[in-house]
Nanobody
Framework: QVQLVESGGGLVQAGGSLRLSCAAS????????MGWFRQAPGKEREFVAAIGMVSGSTPYADSVKGRFTLSRDNAKNTLYLQMTSLKAEDTAVYYC???????????????RGQGTQVTVSS
């Protein structure tokens, strides 16, 4: 089994930055996609960004392209999401997921974290 623990969320002013971390334990994630999703109050969960663990491809949602950047530390089995130029509409609970087949399909991810709150004040 794989456990995912997110951290790094918090309150930030619009225009600011945050870096989210997703630490995986249990075994090394070496296939499929590992990524981030978010869910704002009253809205459906949406895809943010993902990385192909074999291909290294990094698709991003249009709403975050150019502002958010994924990176990973294989030695630490950790995925990072650097978020810059944050907007009020980025406010959501951010979820890490791993073992995904379809990068933007949350239901296809085998492992999922509990989420971390990001609040952007305008």
């Amino acid at each position: 089994q794989v456990q995912l623990v997110e951290s790094g969320g918090g309150l930030v002013q619009a225009g600011g930055s945050l870096r989210l971390s997703c630490a995986a334990s249990g075994r090394t994630i070496s296939s499929g996609y590992m990524g981030w999703f978010r869910q704002a109050p009253g809205k459906e969960r949406e895809f943010v960004a993902a990385i192909g663990m074999v291909s290294g491809s990094t698709p991003y949602a249009d709403s975050v392209k150019g502002r958010f950047t994924l990176s990973r530390d294989n030695a630490k089995n950790t995925l990072y999401l650097q978020m810059t130029s944050l907007k009020a509409e980025d406010t959501a609970v951010y979820y890490c997921a791993a073992g995904g087949i379809g990068y933007s399909d949350y239901r296809s991810y085998r492992y999922r974290g509990q989420g971390t709150q990001v609040t952007v004040s305008s």
